[in-house]
């Protein structure tokens, strides 16, 4: 079964950016799509970015649109997060995650990441503050 480790969170001030990186041992990396997802304390989990298994598509929430990217390294078993222009409210615990269902049914026919997903795998997550 596929392992999921995150890495790369950390403190940045408002308007920094962050590299998150999901790296993934076991199984067949490139048979999965990747979601990432965070957690701030006292609130539920949303979605960020959702790859599908080629890298071909990537969906966003509304709210990281523009700001977020989420490429993937089949070669390395690596996922990345490039965050840019972070807020204050970015400020949570980051998880990659394998959802049990593909990235668009995830988004939805407006192709903005939702908050309905489950998840058959996901790592230990990496903390990002984002704080001056």
């Known amino acids: 079964q596929v392992q999921l480790v995150e890495s790369g969170g950390g403190l940045v001030q408002p308007g920094g950016s962050l590299r998150l990186s999901c790296a993934a041992s076991g199984g067949t990396f490139d048979d999965y799509a990747i979601l990432w997802f965070r957690q701030a304390p006292g609130k539920e989990r949303e979605g960020v970015s959702c790859?599908?298994?080629?890298?071909?598509?990537?969906y966003y929430a509304d709210s990281q649109k523009g700001r977020f990217t989420i490429s993937r390294d089949n070669a390395k078993n690596t996922v990345y997060l490039q965050m840019n222009n972070l807020r204050p409210e970015d400020t949570a615990t980051y998880y990659c995650?394998?959802?049990?269902?593909?990235?668009?049914?995830?988004?939805?026919?407006?192709?903005?990441?939702?908050?309905?997903?489950?998840?058959?795998?996901w790592g230990q997550g990496t903390l990002v503050t984002v704080s001056a």
């Open positions: 995650a394998i959802p049990t269902k593909p990235c668009t049914l995830i988004a939805g026919s407006r192709g903005s990441l939702s908050d309905r997903f489950d998840l058959e795998v």
């Open positions: 790859i599908t298994a080629s890298g071909g598509t990537k």
